[in-house]
C-alpha cells in the first residue's frame, strides 16, 4: 500500500517561465519527439475515455481561435494568449508499470483505480472533460485527464482550479475592517490551500480509500517506519471494509431485485391461474383449474401456504353440494317412480270403475226385462 497523487494544473497558449503552453502539452501527450525526451521509448497514449488527444487538440485550437472577451469599453477582442484555456489532471498508481504487467491481480487494481478515477473526474467537469489517457512507456502506472471549457464563449480554464477561484473571490471580496493588505492576502492564500485540501480530500475518499491508499505519505509527516506500516495496515484494512460494504450492497440489491421478480411471478401465476378457472364451468371444474395452476406453478409452494384453506373449503363445498344434487336426483326419481304407479292405479281404478258401471247397466237392463219395467237411466229418471 502507498498514498495517492494526484494533480491539475491550467494552461495557456503562451509558454511559462519553462516553456509549458497548451501546444507543448498536447505534442507530450501525444509523443511528439520536441516534447518526449525524458521518455526513452516514447509510444503513443491509450485513450480510456473521450477522444484522442489530437481530438482534444484540434477542439481547443479551434474554440480558443473562435473565442472572444469584453475589452475596456465592451468591445469584444481576441483572447488574450496568456489567458488559460486547457485545463489537466495528473493521477498516478503506485504500482510500476513492469508489476502491473507482471501481475494479474495488481492489472486489475489499476484497472479498477482508473475507473474510479475516471468515474471522480466525470463527477468533478462534467461535459467539458474531453479525454483521458495513460502512458505505459514511463515507469509508474499514471493517466492524464483533458478538460476543455468549450461550453464558455471566452474560454476560461480558470474555473476549474478551485485554489485560484477560492483566492479570487476573497480579493474580489475586499480586505475586512482593520485588514491591510498582507492580511487579505494570507487570508486569501489560506482559502487557496483549503480548497485545494477539499479537492484532495475529494479524490481520497472517492478514489484513493477504496483503493487501499493513503492521503499523504510518510515523509510530509515525517512518521517513522512502524507509523508508516501501521497506517498503511489501516488503509488496507479499510479497502477491505469498501470492499465488502460493496459485496453487501450489491448482494442488498440482488435480492431486492429477485423479490420484485418473484412478486411478478406470483402475480402472474395468480393471474393464470384466475384466467383458467374462469374458462372452466362450474365449481369443481374451477377448483381443478386452481389446484391443476397451482401445481404447474414453480413458486407453487408459496401459493399453497397462502390458498390451501380457500381451495380446501371451496372443494369440499363442491362435494357437498355433488352429494345434495346426487340426493335430490334419487329422491326425485324415487317421486317420479311413485307418481308414475300412482297414476297406473289410479288408471286402472277408473277402468275397473267403468267396467262395473257397464256391469252394473247391464244387471239393471236384464232385470227390467225381467220385470217388463223401464231401463233406469243416470240420474234415476225412468224412460217412458
Not at 495528473?90 to 474510479?116: G, I, L, N, Q
Not at 477561484?165 to 485588514?179: I, P, T
Not at 384466475?274 to 407453487?300: N, T
Request: include cysteine.
Amino acid at each position: 500500500m502507498a498514498y495517492q497523487f494526484v494533480h491539475l494544473e491550467s494552461w495557456s497558449r503562451k509558454p511559462d517561465d519553462k516553456g509549458r503552453s497548451t501546444g507543448f502539452i498536447f505534442d507530450e501527450a501525444s509523443r511528439k519527439p520536441i516534447a518526449s525526451v525524458h521518455v526513452a521509448d516514447p509510444k503513443p497514449p491509450t485513450v480510456i475515455y473521450g477522444v484522442g488527444v489530437d481530438d482534444v487538440r484540434q477542439m481547443h485550437d479551434t474554440a480558443a481561435a473562435a473565442a472572444m472577451t469584453p475589452g475596456a469599453r465592451g468591445k469584444l477582442r481576441k483572447l488574450d494568449s496568456k489567458q488559460k484555456t486547457l485545463h489537466t489532471v495528473v493521477a498516478s498508481h503506485p504500482y510500476t508499470v513492469d508489476e502491473v504487467r507482471a501481475d494479474p491481480k495488481k492489472a486489475e487494481e489499476v484497472r479498477d483505480w482508473e475507473r474510479r478515477t475516471v468515474a471522480w473526474l466525470k463527477e468533478q467537469y462534467g461535459p467539458a472533460l474531453k479525454s483521458v489517457v495513460h502512458h505505459t512507456d514511463e515507469q509508474q502506472w499514471h493517466i492524464h485527464a483533458y478538460v476543455l471549457p468549450t461550453h464558455d464563449p471566452q474560454m476560461r480554464a480558470g474555473v476549474y482550479h478551485p485554489g485560484v477561484v477560492a483566492k479570487k473571490a476573497v480579493k474580489a471580496a475586499g480586505a475586512r475592517d482593520g485588514e491591510d493588505g498582507k492580511a487579505l492576502n494570507k487570508r486569501a492564500d489560506a482559502a487557496y490551500k483549503a480548497a485545494m485540501r477539499d479537492w484532495q480530500d475529494s479524490y481520497h475518499n472517492a478514489v484513493a480509500v477504496p483503493c487501499g491508499l493513503t492521503r499523504l505519505g510518510p515523509a510530509r509527516r515525517r512518521l517513522t517506519r512502524e507509523e508508516w506500516k501501521a497506517e498503511q495496515a489501516q488503509a488496507a484494512a479499510l479497502k477491505n471494509a469498501v470492499e465488502r460494504a460493496t459485496v453487501v450492497k450489491r448482494q442488498g440489491q440482488a435480492y431486492i431485485g429477485q423479490t420484485r421478480a418473484d412478486a411478478a411471478a406470483i402475480k402472474a401465476d395468480a393471474a393464470q391461474i384466475k384466467a383458467s378457472a374462469a374458462r372452466l364451468a362450474g365449481i369443481g371444474g374451477a377448483v381443478r383449474a386452481v389446484v391443476d395452476g397451482i401445481q404447474g406453478s414453480r413458486i407453487r409452494a408459496e401459493i399453497r401456504r397462502e390458498f390451501i384453506r380457500d381451495l380446501t373449503a371451496a372443494k369440499a363445498a363442491a362435494e357437498k353440494a355433488k352429494a345434495e344434487t346426487a340426493k335430490a336426483n334419487a329422491s326425485r326419481r324415487q317421486a317420479e317412480k311413485r307418481a308414475s304407479e300412482q297414476r297406473h292405479a289410479f288408471r286402472q281404478q277408473g277402468q275397473r270403475l267403468v267396467a262395473a258401471q257397464q256391469e252394473i247397466r247391464t244387471l239393471s237392463a236384464a232385470l227390467a226385462a225381467a220385470l217388463d219395467e223401464p231401463t233406469p237411466t243416470p240420474g234415476g229418471v225412468p224412460t217412458p
